[in-house]
């Protein structure tokens, strides 16, 4: 039986690139929104979600953090995805032909040096593989797209030119999540992911990170946001390096249990070889 991965998007995202390069023996399914993602796992219509949480370019992913502790998922491995940005538009089109292009807002300006030499001026779109959908489907021939090679593959239109980007680090990285939690130890390096609120007491925050510095555990991310529409409510999010069997990060996390209310470890999975 064919195993399922749940993204956001229209086919061709860069999610749905994502689904293909990290679980290429999965059937993607796409989802109209992240809850749609979620609930697509819980309900046991995909076994697996494939969710965007930071780009080297533009940050952390909106929401996503809020929502993972609620999502009642497990985070059991991480893939960085390098964000190429091919133009394509219509069979039989040349780039000499292209006025505009039409792409998601933020990937218009990551290809303003291409788009100047060119004289193509760019147009936002809610969607970068939307647009290369409705180009195949309804665009003029003075018209092209910004999206994956896998967009273009999808929707049968031409690519005029490859990795057209500005900048070549940037990298978006996704959590790939599950019903049932897997701990066990499959690489030399592994990633815990955790959230905690800590205690109402002066210096909670540095007390509770102390237990970090001291047993030489790496703290590559702590993030807070506001929980409850409350702005003394604030919950943190972090990822460490090691595994919870780990003496060091064992002691650690116990340290960090004396100040705080709410500690839950929402993955403990590979790191991915691409994080260096």
Partial sequence: MTRRIAFQGEPGAYSHAACRE?????????????????????????????????????????????M???????IVDEAFVRVHISLMAL?????ED???VRAHLVLIPQ???????????????????????????NGPRNEGALASDLAAEIYGLDILAR??????HNTTRFLIMSREADKTRRSEKMITTFVFRVRNIPAALYKAMGGFATNGVNMTKLESYM????????????DIEGHPDDPNVALALDELGYFTTDLSILGVYPADPRRQ
């Avoid at 004289?119 to 936002?124: D, L, S, T, V, Y």
């Avoid at 990795?163 to 070549?168: G, K, M, V």
């Fill in 22 to 66: 990290a679980r290429p023996g999965f059937e993607a399914l796409p989802c109209r929104s992240f809850d749609d993602v979620i609930a697509a796992v819980r309900s046991g219509e995909a076994d697996q979600a494939m969710l965007p949480v930071e780009n080297t370019t533009y940050g952390r992913v909106a929401d996503i953090h809020r």
């Fill in 68 to 74: 993972l502790p609620e999502s009642g998922l497990h």
């Fill in 91 to 95: 069979p039989g089109v040349r780039i």
């Fill in 98 to 100: 292209i006025e505009t």
């Fill in 111 to 137: 290809c303003a040096s291409f788009l100047s030499r060119y004289g193509i001026k760019g147009e936002p779109a809610a969607d970068s593989a939307g647009a290369a959908a409705d180009l195949a489907k």
């Fill in 163 to 168: 990795h057209i980007e500005d900048h070549a």
């Fill in 227 to 238: 929980v409850g529409g409350s702005f003394t409510a604030t919950q943190f999010y972090a």
